[in-house]
T-cell receptor, first 116, second 110 residues
Framework: EAGVAQSPRYKIIEKRQSVAFWCNPISGHATLYWYQQILGQGPKLLIQFQNNGVVDDSQLPKDRFSAERLKGVDSTLKIQPAKLEDSAVYLC??????????????FGPGTRLTVT | QQQVKQSPQSLIVQKGGISIINCAYENTAFDYFPWYQQFPGKGPALLIAIRPDVSEKKEGRFTISFNKSAKQFSLHIMDSQPGDSATYFCAARNTDKLIFGTGTRLQVFP
């Protein structure tokens, strides 16, 4: 089966610019996650969707970050305006349902964002 | 209390040796403990996972040891191979959210 697809793979922008990332989850996966992975740290959950509804966005800096999942499939994560501290790898993951035992999260390759 | 502490930060092991990575947690509400393997330029991939009602789980060369009373769990990689060189993350699940450790960079030399 095809894995989680993300694009672009790399992005370099200047601070205060905007950027958007795209994610296509594994077909049939109802749950979609966006994580931020800063260099040398583990992934940190930003937002979680169940179909097209938000389950948890408590860690999402809503003053600059936004995300949507139209029609419960693809998702986009946007940052506007970007700050230097947003430099990180943004990972998208999907699972069949909620992360119960047996509902493994499958990760995409990530988008490496550099803010200069 | 939502943290998962992981050590060591980096680990160098000779081929054929045993690699051991440790994690500790505080929140007793965690109910699922997976380990992820991440190669450069790739996303994390599930390696092995355990529930707190089990003290050990083995899959091939990979073993999780779980100590519920001490709130600690560890990954053991037996007969470590150069292909095992990667970053390993422990994680813990609470109400459907995964909390990741800070990662251990493992290097296995021939």
């Amino acid at each position: 089966e095809a894995g989680v697809a993300q694009s672009p793979r790399y992005k370099i922008i200047e601070k205060r610019q905007s950027v958007a990332f795209w994610c296509n989850p594994i077909s049939g996966h109802a749950t979609l996650y966006w994580y931020q992975q800063i260099l040398g740290q583990g992934p940190k959950l930003l937002i979680q969707f169940q179909n097209n509804g938000v389950v948890d966005d408590s860690q999402l800096p809503k003053d600059r970050f936004s995300a949507e999942r139209l029609k419960g499939v693809d998702s986009t994560l946007k940052i506007q305006p970007a700050k230097l501290e947003d430099s990180a790898v943004y990972l998208c993951a999907s699972s069949l349902g909620l992360a119960g035992v047996g509902y493994e999260q499958y990760f995409g390759p990530g988008t490496r964002l550099t803010v200069t | 209390q939502q943290q998962v502490k992981q050590s060591p930060q980096s680990l160098i092991v000779q081929k054929g040796g045993i690699s051991i990575i440790n994690c500790a947690y505080e929140n007793t509400a965690f109910d699922y403990f997976p380990w992820y393997q991440q190669f450069p330029g790739k996303g994390p991939a599930l390696l092995i996972a355990i529930r707190p009602d089990v003290s050990e789980k083995k899959e091939g060369r990979f073993t999780i040891s779980f100590n519920k009373s001490a709130k600690q769990f560890s990954l053991h990689i037996m007969d470590s191979q150069p292909g095992d060189s990667a970053t390993y993350f422990c994680a813990a699940r609470n109400t459907d959210k995964l909390i990741f450790g800070t990662g251990t960079r493992l290097q296995v030399f021939p």
